[in-house]
């Protein structure tokens, strides 16, 4: 293999002439898969930098200094090399511009472990030529859309950081507690994103969406940007519209007092109609309430409310909703629990400490599990023709082993998202592997 790397880098970079039938994309391709083998990427390394230093042609040079600045987005050199590329590259960033960009490659690669698969052709090409920046939109709570670019070698933490910075969030510990979201088609594949992972790895086509929501709401919540206390908003009323944090009907007035802040927090200036009125009572609840009596309690609570602003009252409601059991966890609706004997569906929270389960009809917790307890989850089939998929947990200790099933529509999203809150250990990413989007 060690005498194939010369050949191909100067047929490359044009000191040589390329064998028939080949362009510059096939021997880029021929070069970057030589150099999945680790005992070649140190010659690899060595090889171009030899070529580059001193080169009499600007243009050919160019393109080993291109090659160069794409290698180090996915190899890194050996410990004992890296000293010796990391001097070439201080020393020849004053000059050139690709070497500024190869040592931002490089620290990128050491920290986050290199892109592991290679490019489509398109992204190699749109590299070649300089033009390897791509708008990437995320979706946020509340029909929010903001627009990054992004490179061949941007990590999802980093946009993550990019986007909280915009809505005045700071805090390390808080920006965490964001995730971005992939979304495959309509919903068949949801799963949070690694702060590692490549963005272009993974959004490799227009059928995947990028989302991001708020995954754990242990930092305090401050209210000093409009755009995070919209999005915040917008995922807990989400949440309680869709049964999600309570499954019995509260009294008549804190549901006129929720109606009255979501009007409110809508801008509206004129009383709310029938429809209005539906549409601030989760559909769950809807049968159990007399909405003629809710209409009028609301009615005197927007009274009661004047003066205050949208934003006021979305902070009012989302501090009402911190009073409900499940705030703060990501809510499934779980329509079978082993084990458990429920008159309906059960609601379960997740958190990045533990998994709950609760009866919405008493309010009950009925199950908690740490996540530190878990040692091993499994996808389940259907257990009938078009019935939900399940996931299967096994937890507790050696002595005294558990297992519990659940049967939701979103198991895999479930699946997924547990093992992300695992925080990506090594005892629990092996569990896993993510499948394929393409």
């Known amino acids: ?52 230093t001193g080169h009499p042609k600007p243009e050919h040079c160019a393109r080993g200094w291109s090659l160069l600045s794409l290698f180090t987005g996915f190899f890194p050199p050996s410990t004992t090399l890296m000293p010796y590329v990391t001097k ?29 698969r290679l490019p489509q052709p398109g992204e ?10 791509r708008l990437i939109v995320i979706h946020l709570p509340g029909g929010v859309d903001y627009r990054t670019n992004v490179q061949t070698f941007t990590v999802a933490g980093e946009v993550l950081e990019e986007m909280c910075g915009q809505m005045g969030i700071t805090d390390p510990q808080e920006v965490q507690e964001f995730a971005l979201f992939l979304i495959k088609g309509e919903g068949e594949l949801v799963r949070p994103l690694w702060p590692h992972e ?85 559909k769950t609840l809807q049968w159990q309430v007399n909405m003629d009596i809710i209409k009028s309690l609301t009615g005197q609570e927007l009274r009661q409310l004047q003066g205050h602003s949208p934003q006021d009252a979305q902070i009012s ?9 499940l705030f703060g966890y990501t809510v499934y609706v779980v329509l079978r629990v082993s084990k458990l004997v429920l008159p309906g569906p059960a609601l379960l929270g997740l958190n990045r400490q533990h ?25 389940l089939s259907p257990l009938e023709p078009n019935g939900a998929p399940g996931l299967e ?13 659940l049967e939701l529509p979103q198991a895999q999203e479930l699946h997924h998202t547990i093992i992300f809150l695992l925080d990506g250990s090594a ?6 592997q993510w499948p394929s989007l393409s």
């Open 1 to 52: 293999m060690l005498f194939i790397l010369p050949a191909a880098l100067m047929q490359f970079m044009g000191d040589q002439s390329k064998p028939r039938g080949k362009d510059e994309l096939d021997l880029l391709y021929k070069l970057l898969k030589l150099c999945q083998e680790k005992d070649l990427r140190d010659e690899m390394y060595c090889q171009v930098i030899k070529q580059i």
């Open 88 to 116: 070439f590259l201080q020393d020849s960033g004053p000059s050139q511009e690709l070497a500024q960009r190869s040592q931002q490659h490089l620290q990128r690669t050491v920290k986050y472990g290199g892109r592991q």
């Open 124 to 133: 190699i090409r749109a590299f070649l030529k300089g033009q390897a920046v």
């Open 198 to 282: 490549y963005l272009n790895a993974v959004v490799v086509n227009q059928n995947i969406s990028v989302h991001s929501r708020r995954l754990s709401w242990e930092t305090p919540l401050h209210f000093d940007h409009p755009v995070y206390t919209g999005t915040h908003y917008a995922q807990v009323l989400r949440d309680y519209l869709q049964g999600k944090l309570m499954g019995r009907a509260p009294a008549d007035t804190q549901l006129a007092q929720l109606a009255a802040l979501q009007h409110l927090g809508r801008a509206s200036k004129s009383p709310p109609s029938e429809q209005d009125m539906l549409d601030y009572i989760p």
């Open 317 to 325: 409601f989302i501090e009402a909703m911190r009073q409900l059991p």
């Open 355 to 379: 998994l709950v389960l609760m009866d919405p009809t008493s309010q009950k917790m009925c199950c908690s599990i740490a996540l530190k307890d878990l040692q091993r989850l499994h996808l």
């Open 393 to 405: 947990l096994n937890y507790g200790s050696a002595d005294s082993p558990q297992t519990i099933w």
């Open 427 to 432: 005892s629990s990413a092996q569990w896993f």
